[in-house]
């Protein structure tokens, strides 16, 4: 009772005290595979929010792109459009030079391999999520453009005489770029977000079985320990009524 376990060393049950180090063991390392699902799960939400903000500039480019294919605008207008236009492409390029989580650049194409997200307890593959490459592919303006054949310099020189309406389309397909790697994202946090969950269930399961196995039950050992007392009390009686029954004997003669 005062442990509150029924097992507390090998000799009081060899077999059980062996699996309940071994269940021990398995909870601190379900513990980090949850941490590190939850540390994957943040590196995907950090990507996620910078491709957020890059489409938030594409989509103002794109704005003013067909503002500037308006014929009523002159030139120092086109050119206040221009200056807008560069400075959010410029920003576009630093925010996906910048984005790094825990010291990985995630959007300057260096993370050439998959990255292994550890969420269970074996080593094999059933128990790492492994997340494409792909998905930290180059964000740059320059690659999200020269994707569908267009370039950074194009979209610009469009607002300063030559015919922005062309452009509009292919500022569509760089959205539409960053919308299919957002996807691929969300698919990648769904996974993440499921081997949360099951790492959680087995969390419990171990942890009950555990406190079956090895758990005291207070209850039982509380009344285990009355009745003893109780034994203890009525044999000390009854020894005391034993020793005194000579001297009551001698009395009567």
């Keep these: 009772m005062t442990t509150g376990y029924k097992i507390n060393h090998a000799g009081d049950n060899a077999a059980g005290y062996s699996i309940a180090r071994n269940w021990e063991t398995q909870l601190g390392s379900l513990d980090v595979a949850a ?14 929010d910078h491709y957020s903000l890059i489409a938030n500039h594409v989509q103002r480019v794109r704005d003013l792109t067909e503002q500037a294919a308006n014929g009523t605008y002159g030139q120092d207008s086109l050119n206040a459009i221009k200056a807008e236009i560069t400075a959010r492409l410029d920003e576009i390029d630093r ?30 593959a059933n128990s790492r999520i492994a997340l494409s490459s792909t998905l930290f592919a180059n964000a740059n303006v320059a690659t999200l453009m020269s994707a569908i054949g267009a370039d950074k310099a194009a979209v610009a020189t469009a607002c300063s005489g030559a015919s922005a309406a062309t452009q509009l389309d292919k500022l569509d397909a760089v959205l539409n770029t960053i919308s299919t790697r957002t996807t691929t994202l969300g698919a990648a946090q769904n996974r993440i977000d499921s081997a949360i969950e099951s790492i959680a269930v087995q969390t419990e399961n171990i942890t009950s079985s555990l406190s079956t196995l090895r758990d005291a039950d207070v209850a039982e050992e509380s009344s285990k320990y009355i009745q003893s007392q109780i034994l203890q009390q009525a044999a000390a009686t009854l020894l005391a009524t034993a020793n005194q029954s000579p001297s009551i004997a001698l009395n009567l003669i």
Aim: proline share 0%; with cysteine.
């Design 95 to 124: 925010i996906s030079a910048n984005c790094e989580f825990n010291g990985k650049k995630l959007m300057n194409g260096s993370i050439t391999a998959d990255v292994n997200i550890q969420v269970g307890l074996k080593s094999d």
């Design 35 to 48: 941490d590190n699902a939850a540390t994957g799960a943040d590196m995907l939400q950090t990507l996620e």
